[in-house]
């Protein structure tokens, strides 16, 4: 079952495509380094995955929303495994057999995963929602099974492809463990339970997936650079932060409103832009731990493990917001994914010299970050004027619009971007088309907004 008072979104399963599309265009138009060349033939193969899956979530829908025949439905069915078929066989050095078997196989694998989701979450996702969650995963799992591969082949691996290749393995070991989870119901009792978690981690920093061990090559990256250090502290400062937040919150005992829940939102400004201008790597890696431990405390509260269930159940309560509707804490997952996805999209996100892509990476922190915290705050404190059939209000969107393109024009200011006629343009653009689908849309703005302005700021 769909989250209830929420349209079903399926405009949502089109932006991932787009958002790949957009991403492989910048990066065939921009000077790369010779690292990020190697990843275009991967890049190809994800956008053909990713048009797949939206044209297989477009069928279920069309198949679920009219009536039809059985021939018709039949044909509908095919429809999805046949295109990918054909998109894989435009791509150079594939076979017809090897683009066929492909394009079904991943298409029906997308369908399972897709109903397995809606059905194990009921009134979690919209049918949108959903589709963007599990075209992430199945687009992850291959790039991640591309990328693991690739680096066991003799040839040069920087320290980014190093910890890269942990980070992807270290999340597929978590998928799985999930997994297991969900199948073997005694593992959800306490001791099972922590001795998984235990046996997760000894492997993910001691599994000969690098060399040196993870463990040992993650430390060598974090000790090499002072001002990666610095960055280090600055972060647990903030983590320090965070946890004082919730636990003044929880001390309330109250519900928190729009205004407590944005401190989250700046929070994670003050994560994102020091990252991304100073240490883009660091922050990658960053980015799939935090991950990481958000599906760890997640399961800790769902599956209600002393000592720490009770109070993340307590904090999640406390914080949730009115599209966390189900019993998985939505919001909180959007807000880490929306900012990241940019920096995940992009074919290569941190080059060794210079970024030309780092206003595109800036997408979820501008539209998230920035301007959905201005508009909640504007528009909940003088908002006056709504718009029609919303909620939203007209000075809350202008808020959004203003506080993107003064942070744009306060980073080109200080020196960190360098803006020309048309990244201004596209800025705006993208402001103000964020800004509207901010004030309309019933989905998870965390999520969403994120796609559509990096789809359209990448125009530039």
């Not at 399963?13 to 790949?20: F, Q, V």
């Not at 492997?203 to 997936?209: F, K, L, R």
């Not at 210079?354 to 998230?368: A, R, T």
Request: with cysteine; hydrophobic share 55%.
């Amino acid at each position: 079952m769909p989250r209830p008072l929420a349209s079903n979104g399926s405009w949502l399963c089109l932006l991932l495509p787009l958002a790949l599309a957009i991403s492989y265009l910048h990066s065939l138009t921009t000077t790369a380094s010779a690292e990020c060349n190697t990843s275009n033939a991967v890049h190809r193969f994800l956008i053909v995955i990713a048009i797949g899956t939206c044209v297989r979530t477009l069928c279920f829908l069309l198949n679920a929303c009219v009536k039809t025949g059985t021939l018709v439905k039949s044909a509908i069915n095919l429809l999805p495994g046949t295109v990918t078929s054909l998109c894989f066989a435009l791509l150079p050095g594939t076979s017809w057999i090897l683009s066929i078997v492909a394009g079904f196989l991943i298409t029906a694998l997308y369908q399972h995963v897709y109903l397995c989701v809606l059905r194990g979450f009921p009134r979690t996702f919209t049918f949108g929602e959903a589709a963007i969650l599990v075209q992430g995963l199945i687009i992850f799992l291959l790039n991640a099974a591309s990328r693991i591969y690739n680096y066991t082949m003799p040839a040069t691996v920087t320290d980014f492809g190093q910890l890269n290749a942990v980070m992807q393995s270290a999340l597929i070991c978590l998928l799985l463990v999930c997994v297991l989870l969900a199948l073997l119901p005694r593992w959800r009792k306490p001791v099972p339970f922590y001795l998984l978690m235990g046996l997760l981690a000894v492997g993910v920093t001691c599994a000969p997936v690098t060399k040196p061990l993870p463990l040992i090559a993650l430390l060598r990256f974090i000790f090499s650079d002072q001002k990666r250090l610095y960055i280090m502290v600055f972060y647990l400062l903030l983590v320090a932060l965070t946890c004082a937040t919730v636990s003044w919150q929880l001390g309330n005992s109250t519900q928190a409103n729009t205004r407590v829940r944005k401190i989250f939102h700046l929070l994670i400004v003050l994560v994102y832009v020091p990252g991304l201008v100073y240490q883009c790597a660091l922050l990658y890696i960053a980015s799939g731990i935090a991950l990481a431990i958000f599906v760890v405390l997640e399961l800790i509260r769902l599956l209600k493990m002393p000592p720490f269930g009770a109070t993340l159940a307590q904090a999640f309560e406390s914080f949730k917001d009115v599209k966390d509707a189900g019993e998985l804490a939505l919001t909180p997952f959007c807000l880490l994914i929306g900012c990241s996805l940019p920096l995940w999209l992009t074919s290569c996100p941190c080059p060794t010299a210079g970024n030309p892509s780092l206003l595109m990476l800036l997408s979820g922190i501008l539209s998230v970050g920035v301007g959905d915290t201005a508009a909640s705050v504007v528009g909940s404190k003088f908002g006056r004027n709504k718009w029609k059939n919303s909620t939203r209000s007209l000075e809350g969107t202008v808020a959004f619009v203003v506080s993107i393109l003064l942070s744009v024009w306060a980073l080109e200011f200080v020196g960190v971007l360098t803006m020309t006629q048309a990244k201004w343009f596209a800025t705006v653009f993208a402001a103000l088309n964020s800004a509207l689908v901010e004030a309309f849309t019933d989905q998870v703005d965390n999520l969403v907004l994120p796609l559509v302005f990096y789809i359209l700021v990448g125009l530039a």
